[in-house]
Structures are given as C-alpha cells and as structure tokens.
C-alpha cells in the first residue's frame, strides 16, 4: 500500500439526495410511554444494565432519526389497559382503576437527569423512583416525586443509568428507561461534529432492522451543525458492534462514511478532535494509512486527520505530508478501545492517548496549518483513498471549535472512558 501523497487524488460528493429525517410513532388507544430526546437530552429504553443485556435490546424501533442538536426521539409500544367490567352494584359505573401512568421521559444533561411523567389518580405515597448506574452504583442523590417528576443530581457523566419508576395501586404500573449524562460543552456552541452511534435514533441502516451486523446508511450528528455521516456508493457501508454493550460502528479498510465538514473549523482556526477507536488487526506494522476521522484536502497542511501512521502502530495527527516529521510515542495496542485526543492550531498539533500526552509538533517556519472548505469529510476512510480505511471499530467523534479549558478535557475524557468501559 503506498503512502497518500502518492495515491491519486479523488473528490467524494455526498449523494444528491436531501434526507427527510423522520420519528416512528406507535399510537395505541389508551397508553403510550414517550421515552424522550429533549434538546441534547437523551431518554434511551433499555433492559438490564449490564453490556450483555443492553447489547440485546436493538429492534428495529430504534430507526428514528435525531435531527440537528439530537432531538430524536424514540417510542415503546404500550399495551392497552382493558376497559373494566361494569360492578353489579352499578352495572353503569366500572369500578376504580387506581393510578394510570400515561407517560414517562427521561432528559440528559451535564451530571443529571430529569424524569418527567403523566399520572392519573396517584397519591405521592404511592409512586416510588429509583435509579441505578451500569457501574453497578446507586446514586445517593434523592429524587423526591412531584405531580410532574423529580431530577437527579451528582451523577457521573458517561455512565449508562435506570431509573425505574413504579406506581401502586389496584392496577400496579411500572416503567424503566435509560439515559446516560454528559458534559454541559458538547451541548454547546463549540461542538462543531459529535457522532455518537449509541445514541437514540443515532443510526440508519441500508436496510432491516438497527442491529447487531446491520449495514449503516447513515449516523446522525449530534451537533448543531447537523453533518451527518452518510454511505457512499463507491465504497462499502461499516457495520454495527458493540461496544460495552452500546452501538458502535465496525469499519474496514475499504469501508466509510462521509460527512459534510462545512460547520468544521477551516483555515488556521484551531480545533480540537477527541474518537474513541479500537485497531482490530494482530499486525499494525504492517498497514500503511488507516484514518479514523479527516477532513480537508490532500495537500500539504490543509488537512485534519487522526489516523495511524504507514508501516508502524504509531497514533498521529496530520496536516498531510507531516505526520512522519512528527516524534510520536504512543501507539495503538491491536484490539482495544483507545480515547485519542488531538489539538490543532495555526502552527501546532499535540496528541494525547487515553489521557497521556504523546509528543507535540511544530509546523515549519513560515507556513501555518490553512485547512481548505471542502464539500465532504470521512469517518473510517480517506476521501481520497478507497483503501486507506480503518480496520477496527469507532465508537464516537467529537470535534470542537477551539481548544478545551483543563476541566472541559477532563469532563470529556472521563465521560468517555465511563461509557465505553475503559
């Protein structure tokens, strides 16, 4: 395989086709549980919290597709509750019923979640909620029901929590949803890309159900910029794994999807580019190029990318044509799932890896980094390079528009690891 500057270059367009991004609705005549994404606020329904019993509850509901800044939302059939039969002492009046919970919504956000419900004919004394993280831990935050929900606070940013609300009575109810915190920054105006695969509504498959093994049509930015990443007829779609018993995206080295890098940080404004990647061959010495995320073009300090280095294990970022200039230190160890890290600003680039620096670089006097406007980005893949993919799994990007403060990386690299089991 030879290097990219001697690969003849290529432009991918995305496809011509304008999206229309849609929720499935499941309407039943008296009852429907509306798990919620609010703003950047995720409410995911899920089963038990350990990775093997999430990684089962993939269905084909889970195609609904969240729009620009994440409001998907997703839907879970509810049984109707049977009219009761008329009382002999009244054949007129059916007899009480006791409490009706016509909706439960669980709503993310930095160190928090809010749980928000419908009740019908409930006492307080008879609703009770707990919660409960994938960590295995039980929050000491008290959530205190009202006649429209409660909040939880102090939670751990990344971690995957339950809460679980039952309602007492003649006719019991109980309900579980699932949502998982994370940093107040990624809700914010700096996050320029954030594909994240397990959130709800986040994928749409070629064709099926959203499961195990599925070919990805497109994943949904998360971000305001709404640049989703989409397949491209000339190359094959990735796939979906687990990871940590979320979803997560198996590329390869012919594989990608592209994503438009209009809303990305362009000429020398800085950036700052976080992916959570595992390398899933035995011989990384062997492979030249695999990129994980770029964007840009294929000249000389107009491109952003992380990737691997041609014939080493080494972990990089790149301007195009720079990386081998650069004294790396840190590798990619072959089947585990790594949070990568790199800064790029007018005259520098510095890379960490699972929150330990690996080696800063300095571009060459008088030239700066001037990433070009380019019609598309690739995640998986080089643009301009069908062979240059990545052979292994992502789990998610985030770019940002600037460089983090201390607290920000530390809250971003902390809910990383809580989510993906590092």
Not at 36 to 47: H, I, Y
Not at 107 to 119: D, I, P
Not at 379 to 404: H, N, Q
Request: some cysteine; charged content about 15%; aromatic content about 6%.
């Amino acid at each position: 395989m030879r290097p990219w500057s001697d690969r003849s270059r290529r432009t991918s367009q995305l496809p011509g086709v304008t999206l229309t991004r849609t929720n499935l609705v499941i309407a039943f005549t008296s009852a429907v549980v509306t798990i919620g994404l609010l703003g950047f606020g995720l409410g995911q329904v899920k089963g038990p919290a350990s990775p093997t019993a999430r990684a089962s509850r993939m269905s084909s509901d889970l195609t609904s597709a969240s729009g620009p800044g994440g409001n998907g939302v997703e839907y879970l059939p509810v049984t109707p509750t049977p009219t009761p039969a008329p009382t002999a002492s009244d054949p007129t009046k059916p007899p009480d019923v006791g409490a009706t919970l016509a909706s439960l919504t669980l709503r993310s956000g930095s160190g928090r979640l809010v749980a928000s419900w419908q009740l019908a004919g409930v006492a307080l004394d008879q609703v009770r909620v707990t919660i409960t993280g994938d960590d295995g831990s039980h929050p000491a935050s008290t959530c205190t029901p009202t006649v429209i929900g409660c909040t939880f606070t102090d939670l751990v940013n990344g971690v995957d929590y339950a809460v679980d609300l039952s309602v007492a009575g003649p006719s019991p109810q109980h309900r579980t949803v699932h949502a998982i915190p994370y940093p107040a920054v990624l809700g914010g105006k700096t996050a320029r890309l954030w594909l994240d695969p397990a959130a709800p509504g986040a994928l749409v498959t070629k064709s099926g159900p959203v499961a195990a093994g599925a070919a990805v049509r497109r994943m949904n930015d998360r971000s305001a910029t709404g640049s989703d990443a989409q397949a491209l007829p000339d190359r094959a779609p990735p796939t979906i794994t687990m990871i940590h018993g979320h979803p997560a995206l198996q590329f390869g080295y012919t594989r990608g999807l592209a994503f438009p890098a209009a809303g990305l940080p362009t000429g020398s404004a800085p950036s700052t580019v976080y992916a959570v990647a595992a390398y899933d061959t035995a011989t990384p010495d062997n492979d030249c190029f695999s990129s994980v995320v770029q964007w840009g073009l294929d000249q000389f300090a107009q491109m952003r990318a992380l990737l691997k280095g041609c014939s080493t294990a080494m972990a990089y970022a790149d301007t195009f044509g720079t990386w081998s200039q650069a004294s790396a230190t840190l590798a990619w160890h072959s089947g585990q799932v790594q949070v990568m890290r790199a800064d790029f600003t007018a005259n520098q680039i510095s890379v960490w890896m699972n929150g330990s620096a690996s080696y800063t670089w300095q571009l060459p006097a008088g030239t700066q980094l001037s990433t070009a406007r380019t019609t598309d980005g690739m995640v998986g893949a080089a643009r301009w390079a069908t062979d240059g993919g990545w052979p292994g799994r992502i789990a998610e990007v985030i770019v940002l528009s600037g460089v983090p403060s201390p607290d920000d990386d530390a809250a971003i690299t902390q809910y990383l690891r809580h989510k993906w089991g590092m």
